[in-house]
């Protein structure tokens, strides 16, 4: 791995924000899923959830490209589930919906530890979802149509709270806070990406990545990495 590609992985990783993320509740349409995905990273957002039966859902991650090498998409059964989880973590939780009781997205300080549930492209989010929500937020919109697509609602949303949180210093840190298996992971992944493809077929452990990008391994790995498999 060269220096360059290095320092742009630390970057990344010191700019993650680990207490910011998304809920997908039943948004199945690749493209919008995709654009997603790669606002999330754009972001620096490091987890997102998805409420989808699994392998509809990671036909559609596929579709977006090299960016969910970076962000990880978690699935879950049912909304109740995917809440829980975010709430475990202290998160305020966020649902877009046209109600009497939404507030303009920008009321909403974004600093706090935020999960935003975005819902399904036709049917928008369901009651369970808006229930669970401790503010409904809304987008202003000023012509005849009521909604936005639903990846372009995410996007404006997510640049806020960026907005936000930059202005709060919030994208000076370390990135302590990234687990560091993940750390070695995306290290590995991102600066070696041809040796990882081979470790994660032959199933090997992947070797730790020190401060100035070198992989460390003992020469049995290296041997294994290198075998042919026998036919």
């Not at 360059?4 to 349409?29: G, S």
């Not at 937020?137 to 012509?143: D, S």
């Amino acid at each position: 791995m060269n220096s360059q590609r290095l320092a742009r992985i630390q970057e990344m990783l010191a700019r993650r924000q680990p207490d910011l993320t998304l809920c997908l509740e039943q948004v199945h349409k690749p493209h919008n899923i995709s654009a997603i995905i790669r606002t999330a990273d754009a972001i620096g957002i490091h987890d997102i959830h998805a409420v989808w039966p699994e392998e509809k859902m990671r036909t559609a991650v596929s579709s977006s490209a090299g960016s969910n090498n970076w962000v990880n998409v978690h699935t879950h059964d049912s909304i109740e589930q995917a809440v829980s989880e975010v709430t475990a973590q202290t998160m305020q939780v966020l649902a877009t919906n046209l109600s009497d009781k939404a507030v303009d997205f920008r009321e909403i300080d974004y600093t706090k530890p935020t999960c935003i549930i975005v819902g399904q492209e036709k049917t928008g989010i369901s009651d369970q979802a808006l229930a669970l929500a401790d503010h409904h937020i809304v987008i202003p919109m000023l012509g005849m149509v009521q909604s936005l697509n639903v990846s372009v609602a995410a996007a404006l949303i997510l640049y806020e709270a960026q907005r936000q949180r930059q202005v709060a210093g919030l994208y000076q840190r370390d990135y302590s806070d990234i687990d560091p298996q993940e750390q070695q992971r995306l290290l590995f992944e991102g600066g070696y990406p041809t040796l990882a493809r081979v470790a994660k077929h032959k199933g090997l452990p992947y070797p730790r990545i020190d401060h100035e990008g070198n992989i460390h391994a003992d020469q049995a790995w290296w041997d294994s990495m290198q075998a042919t498999r026998k036919r």
